[in-house]
Structures are given as C-alpha cells and as structure tokens.
C-alpha cells in the first residue's frame, strides 16, 4: 500500500484548506493525523470503510473527513485556527495485511 498525500500549506486563521491522501489496494480504516513541534502525534479524524467517522473535540465543527470508492481521503479544514498548525500525516490500515501504512507529513502553517 502506498499513500500519496497532497495538499497543505499556508493559510490565515480563519481560512480553509483540503488535504487529499490516496491510497492502492485493500484498505480499511483511514485517518488523518497530525503532530505540532514539541507534541505527540494525535489523531485528527477517522473514516471507517463503511464511512463512520469520528473527530478530536478540538476540530469537530470545523473539519469534515470523507473518502471515496478509490479510497483517497479527504480532509476539509475551515475555521483554522493557529493551533491547528502541525504536520498533517495520512494514515490507511490494511485489513487483510494486518498492517499500517503512513503518508509522508504535509505542513499545514495558519498565521497572519
């Protein structure tokens, strides 16, 4: 499985921004996650295969996650804030590999 994330960048708060991640082969759970400097890497937003989704309290209202049937994931960002600031990694799990798989981060930057 490959992930082929695109998107990100600068934005100023209050702003929006899209992230994309597209996945090969067979997946189950995708997810957006991300990691501020000098802090844990957390989960942002998931999407099961059926499309449950669920959020981190500090974006629910702001960001929407969603995939399609190729299995690229989505992720629609308004209302940014300055702590949403962090490079946004993509992640994908394999049920019938029993492995996870990680895009390479993309940096998203809210400031004035």
């Known amino acids: 499985v490959q992930l082929q994330a695109s998107g990100g960048g600068l934005v100023q708060p209050g702003g929006s921004l899209s992230l994309s991640c597209a996945a090969s082969?067979?997946?189950?759970?995708m997810a957006w996650y991300r990691q501020a400097p000098g802090k844990q890497r957390e989960l942002v937003a998931a999407i099961s295969s059926g499309g449950s989704t669920n959020y981190t309290d500090s974006v629910k209202g702001r960001f929407t996650i969603s995939r399609d049937i190729r299995n690229t994931v989505f992720l629609r960002m308004t209302g940014l804030k300055p702590e949403d600031a962090a490079v946004y990694y993509c992640y994908a799990h394999s049920p019938t590999r029993g492995m996870h798989y990680w895009g390479k981060g993309t940096q998203v930057t809210v400031s004035s």
């Open positions: 082969g067979s997946i189950g759970v």
